[in-house]
Nanobody
Framework: QLQLVESGGGLVQPGGSLRLSCAASGFTLDYYAIGWFRQAPGKGREGVSSIGTSGGRTNYRDSVKGRFTISRDIAENTVYLQMNSLKPEDTAVYYC???????????????????????WGQGTQVTVSS
């Protein structure tokens, strides 16, 4: 059974940092494209970053470029999202998602669309506030 578990969220002051983890069980994460999404209260779910399969490209939404970094640890079967220089507008529940490896590498709706991913974690809350 494929399962994703996020962790690392919390309360942080503006300008601070957090590292989110997305740990997989039941499958090898390196074979799957992974996306990080977030959803703030009253808003839709938006793509934050993604990483392709082994050695694949990374993508970031414009508002987090230069502040967030996505990476994989193959040995730990985990994908990370390092978030620096956090802002109040980064406050949201953050989810990681995996794209089934049976899908092609062509994204009909783009890497940041939730419809491109098949397996989801339960989310972790990130709150940026003074």
């Amino acid at each position: 059974q494929l399962q994703l578990v996020e962790s690392g969220g919390g309360l942080v002051q503006p300008g601070g940092s957090l590292r989110l983890s997305c740990a997989a069980s039941g499958f090898t994460l390196d074979y799957y494209a992974i996306g990080w999404f977030r959803q703030a209260p009253g808003k839709g779910r938006e793509g934050v970053s993604s990483i392709g399969t082994s050695g694949g490209r990374t993508n970031y939404r414009d508002s987090v470029k230069g502040r967030f970094t996505i990476s994989r640890d193959i040995a730990e079967n985990t994908v990370y999202l390092q978030m620096n220089s956090l802002k109040p507008e980064d406050t949201a529940v953050y989810y990681c998602a995996a794209r089934d490896k049976s899908r092609s590498n062509w994204y009909r709706f783009g890497w940041s669309s939730q419809y491109e991913y098949d397996y989801w974690g339960q989310g972790t809350q990130v709150t940026v506030s003074s």
